[in-house]
């Protein structure tokens, strides 16, 4: 059953629903400054996911000011802030003024490959009885990290860990030719749940491709035991339906 918590939020998280929406037209909802007096302010429609879950921040632009988002702490919402220090684009801005915001989508994009190429590496490893227990999905750093469900000894000799490997090499590209669609809903605790077909759940917060076919070039470039965690690094593109 889906649930949804109807509360009356300042903020929607627009980038909660639709990863593909790189432009809009909203209004600032909340304007406020950091103890250093720096401005920020957050959209009354959100485009920007802000680093966290392993994900790193969208970049873009609220006007012509560069903007980075970032989760308030004491308000919870996403708010922007500029990032040079020129911040005087949103010195001026109020509650209630129309703004445009610009997500950077070849950024957006990637990052959204990476992070859904995780949870299929994730769904992979737990077909091998592994465990999650770290993810990263920064481009050029991307790796899973599981760990075994006894002592990871069996995959002390490299031929181990090549044939582990090959066996998550296999899951994948067979998850990707059927082409799994990538979903999210909230649960009876109002956590999102994202789903890759029937093969995969997990709670999650960042953005995600429409369907596996939208990934491309997912490769598993190494599976190396870590303190005893196994780290399965990985480099994943968008395809070209962008
Ligand atoms: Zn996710």
């Known amino acids: 059953m889906v649930h949804r918590i109807a509360v009356c939020r300042p903020q929607s998280a627009v980038y909660l629903e639709d990863c593909y929406l790189t432009t809009i037209s909203t209004s600032v909802a909340v304007t406020g400054r950091e103890a250093d007096g720096g401005a920020w302010v957050a959209l009354r429609e959100n485009i920007f996911h802000p680093q966290g879950g392993g994900q790193p921040a969208d970049r ?84 899973i990290e599981f760990t075994p469900p006894e002592t990871a000894t069996s995959l002390a000799a490299p031929e181990a860990r090549e ?46 491709v429409r369907s596996l076919a939208d990934l491309a070039d997912v490769t598993i470039t190494a599976v190396k035991l870590k303190k005893s965690r196994i780290r399965v690094s990985y480099t994943a593109f968008h395809g070209p339906r962008r």
């Open 60 to 143: 873009g632009r609220l006007g012509e000011c560069a903007v980075v988002p970032v989760r308030h702490p004491d308000t919870g919402l996403v708010v922007l802030r500029a990032r040079d220090e020129e911040g005087g684009a949103l010195d001026a801005l109020a509650e209630g003024d129309p703004v445009e915001a610009h997500v950077d989508r070849d950024a957006r994009l990637l990052h959204a490959a990476l992070h859904t190429a995780g949870h299929l590496i994730d769904a992979a490893g737990r077909s091998q009885g592994w465990y999650l227990a770290g993810n990263m999905h920064f481009p050029g750093q991307a790796r």
């Open 163 to 208: 044939e582990a490997a090959d066996r998550l090499r296999a899951e994948i590209a067979a998850a990707i030719a059927a082409d799994l669609p990538v979903s999210s809903e909230y649960d009876i605790d109002g956590r999102r749940v994202v789903r890759l077909g029937d093969l995969h759940a997990q709670h999650c917060g960042g953005t995600h």
